[in-house]
């Protein structure tokens, strides 16, 4: 009798044991179920791992979010997918090269200095040089070889709306100001690519430091410390061809 009622108490136990077994089993074939889909689908799931890192190198956590959902196609309450969409298409307007400028900032952040990156297919060879005594995000001085072409540009947090801006970027403004282009919905101004760049570069020679000198307040005055700037850009230098 004693034997048999010892039995039945252990059986809720052993019951529960199975459950647990059973559960991880289940757990156990999804997951081998999963990585047998990316074994499969190959490239196109590559490509998905690609597009997911890419996320996490977004600066603002909701546009990370948002990014994740793009990528992974998440369900959303109608609540959470309004103010996912609105931030969504805040992400969408700004480039590639932007993300990964601000992405590679936040290094920069934690130092104050120039940062060189080579951040592949997203946009070639890259370094960003953040403006002082700005809150973060930053302005960032960004010098870029993407497909063996060379750019200057003036990348902003916020956009600019202007079409050109006529600026000087140097130690003085008294080599006179030429027109940068504003590209990516605003947030990019562009002195050019190629040649224009190249020249720009050159230009600023050696200095240590140099200033925005503009008639739009958003840029007048930013000052950029170009300190490790001319050994940074040395890869790029190769790469381009100059």
């Known amino acids: 009798w004693f034997s048999k009622a010892y039995a039945r108490a252990q059986m809720p136990e052993v019951s529960g044991i199975r459950r647990m077994r059973y559960s991880n089993i289940i757990t156990l074939v999804r997951t081998l179920g999963i990585l047998s889909l990316f074994a499969v689908c190959g490239p196109a799931q590559a490509g998905l791992l690609d597009d997911a890192r890419q996320c996490t190198r977004q600066v603002?956590?909701?546009?990370?979010?948002?990014?994740?959902?793009?990528?992974?196609?998440?369900?959303?309450?109608?609540?959470?997918?309004?103010?996912?969409?609105?931030?969504?298409?805040?992400?969408?307007?700004?480039?590639?090269?932007?993300?990964?400028?601000?992405?590679?900032?936040?290094?920069?952040?934690?130092?104050?200095?120039?940062?060189?990156?080579?951040?592949?297919?997203?946009?070639?060879?890259?370094?960003?040089?953040?403006?002082?005594?700005?809150?973060?995000?930053?302005?960032?001085?960004?010098?870029?070889?993407?497909?063996?072409?060379?750019?200057?540009?003036?990348?902003?947090?916020?956009?600019?709306?202007?079409?050109?801006?006529?600026?000087?970027?140097?130690?003085?403004?008294?080599?006179?100001?030429?027109?940068?282009?504003?590209?990516?919905?605003?947030?990019?101004?562009?002195?050019?690519?190629g040649l224009p760049a190249i020249r720009a570069v050159k230009e600023m020679g050696r200095e240590t430091d140099i200033r925005v000198y503009s008639g739009n307040s958003r840029i007048d005055g930013l000052l950029f410390d170009l300190t490790g700037f001319e050994q940074a850009i040395r890869p790029l230098r190769e790469r381009c061809g100059w």
């Open 60 to 193: 603002q956590r909701l546009e990370r979010l948002a990014c994740f959902d793009d990528v992974f196609s998440t369900p959303l309450a109608q609540g959470d997918a309004g103010a996912v969409s609105a931030v969504s298409v805040l992400a969408q307007k700004r480039s590639r090269r932007w993300r990964e400028a601000y992405a590679q900032a936040e290094t920069e952040f934690d130092t104050g200095g120039t940062t060189y990156r080579d951040t592949g297919k997203a946009a070639g060879l890259m370094v960003t040089v953040p403006a002082l005594g700005a809150q973060p995000p930053r302005p960032l001085l960004a010098l870029q070889c993407h497909n063996n072409i060379t750019e200057l540009t003036l990348m902003l947090p916020e956009p600019l709306d202007a079409e050109r801006v006529n600026l000087r970027l140097g130690a003085s403004d008294a080599a006179g100001r030429s027109d940068w282009r504003v590209r990516d919905n605003g947030y990019v101004l562009s002195v050019g690519r």
